[in-house]
Nanobody, 126 residues
Framework: EVQLQASGGGLVQAGGSLTLSCAAS????????IGWFRQAPEKGREGVSC????????YYQDSVKGRFTISSDNAKNTVYLQVHSLKPEDTAVYYC???????????????????WGKGTLVTVSS
């Protein structure tokens, strides 16, 4: 059974930091790209960041470049998203997803993802 378990969300003040984790199981981790998407109230789902586990290539949405860092621990089948300098507009439910491709070309596109986990809520207060 494929599972993607996102955790680490919470309430944080503007300027604060969090580390989100995505623990994966039930598929060959090394063959996939793991992405983080978010959905704010009344907005569509958008790709935030992604890492291709096989080659380490990464993708960041322009609005998070320099503030968010994605990494993977292949021994633990876990991807982390360190989020710094949080802004109120970062408030959203953050989802992790797995796509069966290598490289970062398809990162950020929700239709390219094969598996989705339940989200974790990040709330940034001003």
């Amino acid at each position: 059974e494929v599972q993607l378990q996102a955790s680490g969300g919470g309430l944080v003040q503007a300027g604060g930091s969090l580390t989100l984790s995505c623990a994966a199981s039930g598929f060959t981790f090394d063959d996939y790209a793991i992405g983080w998407f978010r959905q704010a109230p009344e907005k569509g789902r958008e790709g935030v960041s992604c890492i291709s586990v096989s080659d380490g290539s990464t993708y960041y949405q322009d609005s998070v470049k320099g503030r968010f860092t994605i990494s993977s621990d292949n021994a633990k089948n876990t991807v982390y998203l360190q989020v710094h300098s949080l802004k109120p507009e970062d408030t959203a439910v953050y989802y992790c997803a797995a796509g069966g491709f290598s490289g970062s070309y398809y990162c950020g596109f929700h239709y390219a993802m094969d598996y989705w986990g339940k989200g974790t809520l990040v709330t940034v207060s001003s």
